[in-house]
């Protein structure tokens, strides 16, 4: 008997060894999918993350805690935590884990009017909602904002009332598709756009993209009596008429709600708020595909990531700008991703970006230190919202930081063609100086906001060192090398500076370290372009530096 027993053990042991090792090669099998080997076209999309910021480059983009693979490799989940670490952003007050649509290729963010045809299908559940205020988002069309139109048509789940609305009633009245949706159940929905008519499909029992495509996808158009003014009319197929531009695709899970609104509901409903309690919004994504005309994720187009913003080549004469001081510019504690380190800090980024508006300060400038003078060739400017405005602004330079010569006046960017991507070359041939600065007027929109998201300034761009000696102070033979660099990094002169501040890619701090010595350990990096930031008591300069 004893015998069995001992026999029974070993064999209930074996099996659980077993059992655990089929779970780790699950587990090993699982770690090697990502989400974009469930993409169609990873290079098309872009993920705004729950605290704000962006991913651009997805291709190669691991499995995060709010976007990752689920266990049986056959979705990408969207998840959002409802926590103090998460918060909106900067146009948003709740929370998302949400792919933004791209072009093709993933070298810009991809604008088109609702002229033509536009399509999104996407086969998805939304899982879970947030504790209190059960509200979440998935799928959407945005438009242009600064004409009221931002959130075109969403698709919405509140409890369990599934709806189409149209920039949260703004545009016309919302559109009823069930309610009694139940979480976790798998559906497909199609947005469909043509020449300014918006059309929904949905479906839940399988076989709508193939309906579709086939042409006998009728039974399930969402359908209403009511026109965009509300007015009852005979039942149509389309669901709103109007035309905009500035418009694009979004899939995922945008939760709407953040942990106040919760704190708020909790208490509300006569409740303690749980902050230990888990407390989230969920959407489990398994197809998704976007058309543009008769060309379908970009027509193959893509598949691997593009360059990341600021690591490109610079121009070979591309001068180093290693501080910049602005007056009239918009900071605060509502505007942390607003500041002149922005505008030279080699990324280009509608999200970070410098401004100031001259209808309500004396002067709105922002003057860049070339760290010695130089003979200057060209600046280049990229304007946010250069495709809606142009931008006025004056060049003025400096050899001494104090006494300005203009040599550009009411300067008018470019007027139509370009956008925030686009680098906008200004002649600046002939003059010299180590201070640029660049004043602005106001835009033609009749505002007096100058908004700019990058500043590159091309000219001489030899080492300070090398040039003559009435040129050259304490701060300007300051220099790092290696650049680019793998683990270590000598600094030449560091004896003025005491902290030294890295922030990476989006502007967001990754160290701070004391300046002991002249060398830095930059073993721990993670390959990409870096901002170090030298301060002491009399002076901050910046520095560009590529870890490889």
Known sequence: ???????????????????????????????????????????????????????????????????????????????????????????????RSELRERLPDGSLDVYWTTAGRHVIY???????????KNHLVATQIH???????????????????????????????????????????????????????????????????????AGTASQYLIKTDKDDDGNTIPERNYVMDITYDQSYFKVGNYTQSNLGREVQEAEDDGVTYDYNAPNYGEVIVYDFSVRHGTDVDGGGVGGVDPPAPG????????????????????????????SPHYAYDGVVSSGYYWTGNASTEPEVSI????????????????????????????????????????????????????????????????????????TGNGNSAGSGWTSIAEIRIYGDNADCS???????????????????????????????????TIYNLIGKRVATNAVQGNSIDVSNLKAGLYIFQFTGQAKTINKRVVIK
Request: proline share 2%.
């Open 466 to 500: 090398t040039l003559s000696t009435n040129e050259v102070s304490s701060q300007e033979v300051f220099s790092l090398y290696p650049n680019p660099a793998s683990t270590t990094i000598n600094i030449k002169n560091s004896s003025d500076f005491d902290t030294l």
């Open 311 to 338: 690591t490109t080549t610079p121009r070979a004469d591309e001068i180093n700008i290693v501080h910049a001081t602005a007056l009239g510019t918009e900071v605060g504690t509502d505007k942390d991703y607003v």
């Open 367 to 438: 003057t860049l230190d070339l760290e010695c003078t130089r003979d200057l060739t060209e600046l280049g400017l990229y304007f946010l919202k250069a495709n809606e405005r142009t931008t006025n602004f004056d060049v003025s330079v400096s050899e001494d930081g104090t006494t300005f010569t203009n040599v550009i006046l009411g300067q008018d960017s470019a007027s139509s063609g370009l956008t925030v991507d686009d680098e906008q070359l200004f002649d600046l041939t002939g003059n010299k100086g180590r201070y640029v600065k660049i």
């Open 122 to 132: 996407v086969e998805q559940a939304i899982t879970h909602l947030p504790t209190y």
């Open 1 to 95: 008997m004893k015998q069995n027993l001992q026999n029974n053990s070993i064999r209930m042991l074996l099996c659980l060894m077993f059992t655990l090792a089929i779970s780790q090669v699950n587990a090993q099998v699982s770690a090697t999918q990502i989400p974009a080997d469930l993409m169609r076209n990873c290079s098309q999309w872009k993920i705004t993350k729950p605290d704000g910021s962006e991913q651009k480059p997805l291709c190669e983009y691991d499995n995060q805690s709010y976007f990752y693979v689920n266990d049986t490799d056959d979705a990408i989940v969207f998840k959002v935590e409802i926590d103090n670490s998460n918060g909106s952003t900067a146009n948003s007050n709740y929370i």
């Open 143 to 213: 438009g242009d904002k600064d004409a009221g139109i931002d959130d075109a048509m969403v698709l919405r789940l509140e409890g369990k009332h599934l709806f189409l609305s149209f920039n949260g009633g703004k545009l016309r009245e919302e559109v009823t598709i069930k309610t009694d949706y139940q979480l976790g159940t798998k559906h497909e929905v199609i947005f469909e756009v043509i020449d300014g008519k918006h059309y929904c499909y949905y479906s839940e029992a399988g076989g709508l993209l193939a309906a579709y495509e």
